[in-house]
């Protein structure tokens, strides 16, 4: 009966996510379910890089690169695989079975370069780790516009509009309950002791460069998966989908809502997205909203919106034993 | 080869900075049980002595030995896997995380699930946090901090911070437990109730223990052998009695006018 009902709860946020995403995509009109689905994006990407700054506290600028990296994989494999039907399946479900393969060799190869950056650079602290992967995001720009192979700075056009809100909607909860379970396991500890003391986590036993890595890896792939859906969504792979503006805005949505907060990113990201698109006639702004936003909230209220606060920790679920926290006066 | 028994052996230690010894030949061996007092005035050289011995610093020459393993240039997390746990003078508790989650940090032993488990939720994972959380929960207790299981590390008072600290350290598994000035900024009455907790720690889990203390009354009741440093250098060493009357030692903490005072001839000295 136990093993039964962990995996219930291992299952339980996807079985709820597959009806309600149907819903969606079913009242949602063309336009709007366009809006959903980049806004979905927006928070894989946002609760991914969470992973890195909030929870670890290390400090990545370059996460449109990983992105880069998951789309380029994704779209390769698609247009490769386009026209190919897998035998004993109908023409949609074997477009669908390619995507998923598409998403996932996407998320591998992203991981890869998760690695290859943080393996050397996650020994630096703070701003040289920033700066790393700034550069390596303009790296990979480079590498992308200079490679026949990758369309150069055409990029690969059309691409099979393959992004649905179903697939965006388990994408979201994937990463959201990555981000959650591993905050409530022993290596999500790790991290965050890796945030609030690096000296005393590593006299712990934690080997802190080794979780600094996992999580960037983790963080990479999952950026990975946003890009591979990205571009299937626009049915167009550029590197100008991928440079550092969107890094910044990925980070600009960390910030806002919190660093080491899922909730936070979450809310962020929606709202930023929703906004961006209500602010059309002014995306030349974009970066000078940006820095307005981040200056007013340093001012304000540095912490962040939701600081590191969940909404499950203050909403607790029925028949969770999750202890809330509780305030002590010294 | 190490002494046969001896859980921490250090030999001919030195830490140089620069042109600066900040300790030299430092030698020490901890028997299973044993409760060692390490003390010298400011500067000394006793927390260079603790960093040598974690592996904050990789010590310049020497070697160090953990349960008769060699440990010299191993990270800080693996010594302390090896079976060295510690404490800082400058209280460095997990500040945002609550006081369960700090000692959880440190439970490291018997660990089997690994990321993708956690993802899954899958069962050895679920009976790893179980069992890890009541580990936790035992360390807490017997520092006598179960009432604040919740609470924020910073929320603490600074007592309460000093003692989680040592559950913290106590719940990796140490076969040695080094605690840097655990009674500082303590009032007479805490700092007897702590080094009694620290003796009845010392039987609980059959640990050897180095401490690093400034108040002498107290470590020379507590301790069963003292290591004395002056700038770098072991200056004397043996039971708190013997040590007391060291003409060094005095010379050390008091000067040496104090000494020509009591007219008390430090051996070896230039005399004038």
């Known amino acids: 009966m136990r093993p039964l009902r962990i995996v219930l709860r291992s299952a339980l946020p996807f079985l709820i996510a597959i009806p309600l995403c149907l819903a969606l995509q079913s009242v949602l009109s063309p336009g709007w379910s366009i809006i959903v689905i980049a806004a979905g994006i927006n928070v894989i990407l946002a609760v991914s890089l969470n992973v890195v700054n909030g929870f670890t506290g290390q400090f990545s600028i370059g996460h449109a690169g990983f992105a880069a990296v998951g789309a380029y994989t994704a779209a390769k494999i698609t247009t490769a695989m386009h026209g190919l039907q897998i035998v004993g399946l109908s023409a949609g479900v074997s477009d669908q079975v390619v995507f998923l393969i598409a998403l996932v060799a996407g998320m591998i190869t992203a991981a890869m370069a998760g690695f290859l950056v943080g393996m050397p650079s996650l020994r630096l602290r703070g701003d040289y780790l920033a700066i790393v992967t700034l550069g390596f995001n303009e790296i990979i720009r480079v590498i992308i516009e200079n490679t026949p192979f990758l369309g150069q700075a055409t990029g690969i056009s059309g691409l099979p509009r393959l992004t649905t809100v179903l697939w965006v909607g388990l994408g979201v909860i994937a990463t959201i309950s990555m981000a959650r379970r591993l905050v409530g396991s022993t290596h999500g500890r790790a991290l965050l002791a890796i945030r609030e003391d690096e000296v005393a986590a590593e006299a712990m036993g934690v080997d802190t460069t080794g979780y600094k890595v996992r999580a960037f890896v983790i963080a990479s792939a999952f950026a990975g998966l946003a890009g591979g859906l990205l571009v299937h969504l626009i049915q167009l792979c550029t590197p100008r989908s991928f440079t550092f503006v969107k890094s910044i805005e990925v980070v600009v949505m960390v910030v806002l809502g919190g660093m080491g907060s899922v909730t936070g990113s979450v809310v962020s990201a929606l709202v930023l997205s929703f906004a961006l698109e209500g602010l059309r006639e002014v995306q030349q702004y974009r970066m000078v909203l940006y820095s307005l936003l981040l200056i007013v909230l340093m001012l304000t209220r540095p912490t962040g919106l939701f600081g590191t606060r969940e909404i499950w920790d203050i909403i607790k679920l029925p028949g969770r034993r999750k202890a809330a926290r509780v305030e002590v006066t010294p | ?272």
Not at chain 2, 155 to 177: D, F, T
Not at chain 2, 230 to 244: F, K, L, Y
Request: hydrophobic share 45%; with cysteine; charged share 25%.
């Open chain 2, 1 to 272: 080869m190490t002494a046969p028994g001896a859980v921490l052996e250090a030999r001919h230690v030195t830490m140089q900075f620069g042109g600066l010894k900040a300790l030299s030949d430092f030698n020490l061996t901890l028997m299973p049980g044993e409760l060692v007092g390490l003390i010298g005035p400011n500067g000394a050289g006793k927390t260079t002595a603790f960093n040598a011995i974690t592996g904050v610093y990789p010590p310049s020459a020497g070697d160090v030995f953990v349960a008769g393993e060699r440990v010299n240039g191993q990270r800080p997390h693996q010594i302390c896997m090896a079976g060295v746990a510690r404490t800082f003078q400058n209280i460095r508790l997990f500040k945002e995380l609550t006081a369960l989650d700090n000692v959880k940090v440190a439970c490291h032993h018997g660990r089997k699930a690994g990321f993708a488990a956690a993802f899954f939720l899958t069962p050895a994972f679920v009976a790893d946090e179980e069992r890890i959380t009541a580990r936790a929960e035992e360390y807490l207790k017997v520092m006598g901090l179960s009432h604040r299981r919740d609470a924020l590390a910073k929320n603490l008072p600074y007592g309460e911070q000093r003692r989680l600290e040592i559950a913290r350290a106590l719940a990796s598994g140490p076969k040695v437990l080094c605690l840097d000035e655990p009674a500082a900024g303590m009032n007479a009455s805490e700092k007897v109730a702590l080094m009694e907790l620290i003796h009845r720690i010392r039987d609980q889990f059959r640990l050897a223990i180095l401490v690093i203390e400034h108040d002498m009354r107290l470590v020379m009741g507590v301790s069963e052998r003292l290591v004395v440093l002056d700038h770098g250098v072991t200056i004397s060493q043996g039971v708190p009695e013997r040590v007391r009357k060291d003409p060094k030692v005095i010379e050390a903490y008091l000067g040496d006018s104090y000494l020509e005072e009591k007219k008390i001839a430090v051996p070896g000295a230039p005399t004038t």
